[in-house]
């Protein structure tokens, strides 16, 4: 990798292009058709080494239509996962891009019929599912990558790159920033607020990848307690939605979550995420070393960019405080086409999930852990079953 830097406020990074071996095309399938799986699909039709061979939805019709938008030819379409993973002996991957609650029934059919997965994020509904998941992972030895795309940015990995080089030195407080003043999201349906389907809301949500951003900078400890609130004032309240008063009474899931979490390591984590509230956001995410500080600029996390630069605090010469800024990397914020194509190139390299489960087990269980805790009205320990 050769590196240039510019008189911009960006630095900008050169990627090698690799030579794609086009001889034999990675077999496809895409479960869920919905809004999300459009960022998967456009990936695909990129990649000349890739053939999205069979696609399935539940909502009849929903598949063949999402195939002829996007002029996939000779697709087969099926009304379920299950029907799919039937018929289709040759498939190496899928794409599990279906509403929460199906998140973890569909990966483990298709774990264990013997295909890669890509499963979007958050991992599942409950850490009970997500243990399931990593069980029929396990049996089946194939890939399962969960779906966090901020993963791929250059300028989320400076994060982990920093606190990696000892720069903050021993690591013991974490806190989350960010959030949404109004950001509930229902621009297509209620997938994402009801109950059966969304099963948690933000904490879910763009929660899991704050959780995310924090966690993997630090080599995700091991959480051990949590006390957690949640609430849903605005998810429930039908003024809320000026055109769909009707979504309050479906609303079903959380709009806001904060807690208080003990990691392994004593570190502690000071976690706030919302889809909707009277504040523009909850601050900036900061990483507290005994050698230094990180200000990493609030986010909306998901696409996986920060608009300001992150800022390094810390004292020189004994005592002169001083603070300086990293120069943002120009990454030309093609994460989706990176976390498609990372799933695609271990498929053909017989290569490690890029976000594994055995890390995203610890943010699944932190957000479960938030919502007992928040209905118990008290702190409690996370238990994680072994797999
Ligand atoms: N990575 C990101 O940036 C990002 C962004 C948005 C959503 N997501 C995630 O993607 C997932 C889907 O979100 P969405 O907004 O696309 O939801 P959606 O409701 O628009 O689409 C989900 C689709 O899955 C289908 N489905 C459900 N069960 C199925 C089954 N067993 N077999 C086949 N099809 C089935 C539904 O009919 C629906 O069409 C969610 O888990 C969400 O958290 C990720």
Known sequence: MAKET?????EKVFEEEKVVDTSKKVKI???????????????YLKMEDVEVVAMADIVPGKAAKFAEKYGVENCRIYNSDEELLAAEKDLDGVSICTYNSQHAPCAIRALDAGVNVMLEKPFTGTLEEAI???????????????GFQPRMSANMQMIKKIVESGELGKIYYLQAGGGRRRGIPTPFGTTFIEKETGVIGAVGDIGAYSLDMLLNAVGYPKPLTVSGYTSAFFG??????????????????DDFAAAFVRLENDIILDFRISWAMNMDTSGDALI?????????????????SFDKPLTVYKTVGGDREVEYTIPMIKDDGDFFYKKIRSFVDAI?????????????????????????SAELGKEIEIEIPEV
């Open 236 to 253: 429930t309240n039908p003024g809320y939605y000026p055109t769909h008063p009707e979504y309050a009474e479906k609303f079903g899931v």
């Open 29 to 43: 399938g895409i479960i869920g058709t919905g809004w999300i799986a459009e960022s998967h699909i456009v990936q």
């Open 6 to 10: 510019g008189l911009d406020a960006f």
């Open 132 to 146: 399931e998941t990593m069980k029929a992972e396990k049996r089946s030895g194939k890939i399962l990558t969960i």
């Open 288 to 304: 507290l070393g005994t050698e230094g500080g990180l200000k990493i600029p609030s986010t909306n996390c998901w696409n996986g």
């Open 348 to 372: 053909k390299e017989g290569g490690k999930a890029t976000v594994p489960s055995s890390e995203i087990i610890y943010n699944q269980a932190i957000i479960n852990g938030i919502i007992t």
